[in-house]
């Protein structure tokens, strides 16, 4: 037998009862009602039920019993929807056994019992709900302070709770990504999810984006879904990255409306563009506005027989087909003068040069990729005065006068081979004064100069690590290179190989695959001494030279510029 609230509080439903009622006393007698009553929430009587909240009964327990479907008694749902009871797990701020202490609360509208009747205390018709005593007898509503969020900026568990659609926090209160400045509020809230997708309001990787959604100074879409600064020419397929530290414009692609086209064998002057190339490269640098940057595709072929200058520029000069600048005949001037400004070069050979060096630096940046400067008559590469030099996955071999010469500034040497240079009688491998060496991964082999064959300084300093070092005789390494730290290494000079290296013997060719042509890929690996030594850090180059994965985690590899 079910009991109304009147008999449930001991007021007998005697015939005329409710008409004797004053209005006065029937708002006594709902808030009596209201204290008073616990309401079978199961009910299809007429007019609004007293609902009481899950969290104010069992909890878990009241709504896998009243509402089989929505086994989960959450507090931030308020009591007119299934006595906060919800389909799936609450997040933990929403959970009556934990979580925030001050209630969240959405906004809603009590949802009308589907046979509508009269719960009235008499003929006047009010009805009593506890959020609002003036509704009709016809619809009952209540509206709730809306959910504050306080994980500004993130993604709020809560916000999502309530509604996934809306899963962010901005300026307290949970919105879409659209409605918190886009793709700007994306950016800043994860990297790995720049871009805001308006048809979902989620923040998202840039994959999903446009081909050109990722640009300026992070032009490229990684793989882990953020953008990121370029760090090689080939993530700029339509043009070339600005890869140096010191390039104001680093990690920026460069314009791809600044290019021109340079064939020695065309048709002269020519227009600078691909179907009419320049046929000078020396003339397509001359014409670049200082200060400005250009990209220039220099084809094989013809060899560049020119003194090529770059002057406070910008330039890339990228080659197709092996392009070879050898310099002016007759010119005691290097084949390429870096005056100030960055230069990089992908593709190119600075070779045989009979008067002077390959390249000479006076002040700026030269950067070498997958290029070699070989067969000059003096230093490969030479500097006047302080200049950043670069060398990665490239060489500096067979130059008579010796290999580089550093005169202040930093030289970084990166998956490179600095071999056979120096005719007995002049420089060295590397010649560091007043600078800065860092070394990782490289060969420096077969070289022979006056004095240590390998690597001579004067008030130098910086690493060496996981590289190779073998001159013409043991000892390759000059005494005043202390200061530099050696590790890691396979080295023929005692007093440099340290605890974790390993002691070498001289130059032996028999160990790579074509020195004369500068191929210092090892040959007869399980023989030679160069493997077992080299320890992989965070940071290091994840491939050798040619592209060969190297051993990470600790395991040791090859020192060198292969990992066989």
Same mark, same amino acid.
């Given at each position: 037998?079910?009991?109304?609230c009147l008999?449930?509080?001991?007021?007998?439903?005697?015939?005329?009862?409710?008409?004797?009622?004053?209005?006065?006393?029937?708002?006594?007698?709902?808030?009596?009602?209201?204290?008073?009553?616990?309401?079978?929430?199961t009910?299809?009587?007429?007019?609004?039920?007293l609902?009481?909240?899950?969290?104010?009964?069992?909890?878990?327990?009241?709504?896998?019993?009243?509402?089989?479907?929505?086994?989960?008694?959450?507090?931030?749902v308020?009591?007119?929807?299934?006595?906060?009871?919800?389909a799936?797990a609450?997040?933990?701020?929403?959970?009556?056994?934990?979580g925030?202490?001050?209630?969240?609360?959405?906004?809603?509208t009590?949802?009308?019992?589907?046979?509508?009747?009269?719960?009235s205390?008499g003929?006047?018709?009010?009805?009593t709900?506890?959020?609002?005593?003036?509704?009709?007898?016809?619809?009952s509503?209540?509206?709730?302070?809306?959910?504050?969020?306080?994980?500004?900026?993130?993604?709020?568990?809560?916000?999502?709770?309530?509604?996934p659609?809306r899963?962010?926090?901005?300026?307290?209160?949970?919105?879409?990504?659209?409605?918190?400045?886009?793709?700007?509020?994306?950016?800043t809230?994860?990297?790995?999810?720049?871009?805001?997708?308006?048809?979902?309001?989620?923040?998202?990787?840039?994959a999903?984006?446009?081909?050109?959604?990722?640009?300026?100074?992070?032009?490229?879409?990684?793989?882990?879904?953020?953008?990121?600064?370029?760090?090689?020419?080939?993530?700029?397929?339509?043009?070339?990255?600005?890869i140096?530290?010191?390039?104001?414009?680093?990690?920026?692609?460069f314009?791809?409306?600044?290019?021109i086209?340079?064939?020695?064998?065309a048709?002269?002057?020519?227009?600078?563009?691909?179907?009419?190339?320049?046929?000078s490269?020396?003339?397509?640098?001359?014409?670049?506005?200082?200060?400005?940057?250009?990209?220039?595709?220099?084809?094989?072929?013809?060899?560049?027989?020119?003194?090529?200058?770059?002057?406070?520029?910008?330039?890339?000069?990228?080659?197709?087909?092996v392009?070879?600048?050898t310099?002016?005949?007759?010119?005691?001037?290097?084949?390429?003068?870096?005056?100030?400004?960055?230069?990089?070069?992908?593709?190119?050979?600075?070779?045989?040069?009979?008067?002077?060096?390959?390249?000479?630096?006076?002040?700026?940046?030269?950067w070498?990729d997958?290029?070699?400067?070989?067969?000059?008559?003096?230093y490969?590469?030479?500097?006047?005065?302080?200049?950043?030099?670069?060398?990665?996955?490239?060489?500096v071999?067979?130059?008579?006068?010796?290999?580089?010469?550093?005169?202040?500034?930093?030289?970084?040497?990166?998956?490179?081979?600095?071999?056979?240079?120096?005719?007995?009688?002049?420089?060295?491998?590397?010649?560091?004064?007043?600078?800065?060496?860092?070394?990782?991964?490289? @060969?420096?082999? &077969?070289?022979?100069?006056?004095?240590? +064959?390998?690597?001579?300084? $004067?008030?130098?300093? =910086? #690493? *060496? !690590?996981?590289?190779?070092?073998?001159?013409?005789?043991t000892?390759?390494?000059?005494?005043?290179?202390?200061?530099l730290?050696?590790?890691?290494?396979?080295?023929?000079?005692?007093?440099?190989?340290?605890?974790d290296?390993?002691?070498?013997?001289?130059?032996?060719?028999?160990?790579?695959?074509?020195?004369?042509?500068?191929?210092?890929?090892?040959?007869?690996?399980?023989? @030679?001494q160069? &493997?077992?030594?080299a320890v992989?850090q +965070?940071g290091?180059?994840? $491939?050798?030279a040619? =592209? #060969? *994965? !190297?051993?990470?985690?600790?395991?040791?590899?090859?020192?060198?510029?292969?990992?066989?």
């Amino acid at each position: 037998m079910r009991f109304t609230c009147l008999e449930r509080v001991g007021i007998e439903r005697a015939p005329g009862a409710a008409s004797s009622l004053t209005r006065a006393g029937a708002g006594v007698l709902g808030l009596l009602v209201s204290a008073a009553c616990s309401v079978d929430t199961t009910s299809n009587d007429d007019g609004p039920q007293l609902v009481p909240h899950c969290e104010d009964l069992n909890g878990d327990f009241t709504c896998q019993t009243a509402h089989p479907g929505a086994p989960f008694c959450s507090r931030c749902v308020p009591k007119e929807m299934d006595q906060g009871c919800v389909a799936a797990a609450p997040a933990p701020a929403c959970q009556i056994d934990g979580g925030s202490d001050t209630e969240p609360t959405v906004s809603t509208t009590m949802r009308e019992d589907s046979s509508s009747g009269d719960t009235s205390t008499g003929e006047t018709g009010s009805s009593t709900s506890p959020a609002d005593t003036t509704a009709d007898s016809s619809s009952s509503s209540t509206t709730s302070e809306p959910y504050v969020c306080n994980e500004e900026g993130q993604l709020d568990e809560d916000c999502e709770a309530l509604d996934p659609a809306r899963p962010y926090c901005f300026e307290s209160s949970c919105v879409g990504c659209t409605a918190a400045e886009g793709d700007a509020f994306c950016g800043t809230f994860d990297a790995q999810v720049p871009f805001c997708n308006a048809e979902t309001d989620r923040c998202e990787s840039c994959a999903n984006a446009g081909a050109d959604f990722c640009g300026g100074t992070s032009p490229i879409c990684t793989a882990d879904g953020a953008c990121s600064p370029c760090t090689d020419h080939a993530e700029c397929p339509d043009s070339a990255c600005h890869i140096a530290s010191d390039d104001p414009l680093v990690g920026e692609c460069f314009d791809n409306s600044n290019v021109i086209w340079v064939d020695r064998s065309a048709i002269c002057p020519g227009l600078g563009t691909e179907l009419s190339p320049s046929c000078s490269l020396a003339q397509a640098l001359v014409g670049i506005t200082p200060g400005e940057s250009w990209v220039v595709h220099a084809q094989g072929g013809t060899p560049y027989d020119e003194h090529v200058i770059a002057d406070g520029v910008t330039v890339a000069i990228l080659g197709s087909g092996v392009p070879q600048l050898t310099g002016e005949p007759g010119l005691n001037d290097a084949s390429l003068s870096i005056v100030s400004g960055t230069v990089y070069l992908q593709g190119v050979r600075v070779r045989d040069n009979l008067q002077s060096h390959g390249i000479a630096c006076g002040g700026g940046t030269l950067w070498m990729d997958q290029s070699e400067v070989r067969g000059n008559d003096e230093y490969g590469i030479y500097l006047t005065s302080p200049c950043e030099i670069t060398v990665r996955r490239a060489g500096v071999h067979s130059n008579a006068g010796g290999g580089i010469r550093q005169f202040g500034g930093t030289l970084v040497l990166d998956n490179a081979v600095v071999a056979r240079n120096g005719d007995g009688s002049r420089g060295p491998a590397i010649n560091a004064q007043f600078s800065d060496v860092q070394i990782l991964y490289s @060969t420096i082999a &077969g070289n022979d100069g006056v004095g240590n +064959d390998s690597l001579q300084c $004067l008030t130098a300093t =910086g #690493t *060496v !690590r996981n590289s190779i070092v073998q001159g013409m005789d043991t000892g390759s390494v000059d005494l005043d290179c202390f200061v530099l730290d050696f590790s890691t290494n396979a080295i023929d000079t005692p007093s440099f190989v340290g605890a974790d290296g390993v002691a070498v013997d001289a130059y032996d060719p028999q160990w790579f695959a074509d020195p004369e042509e500068g191929d210092f890929r090892i040959v007869n690996a399980p023989f @030679t001494q160069f &493997g077992e030594v080299a320890v992989w850090q +965070d940071g290091d180059p994840p $491939l050798d030279a040619d =592209g #060969t *994965v !190297r051993p990470v985690g600790g395991e040791l590899g090859f020192a060198g510029v292969d990992e066989p």
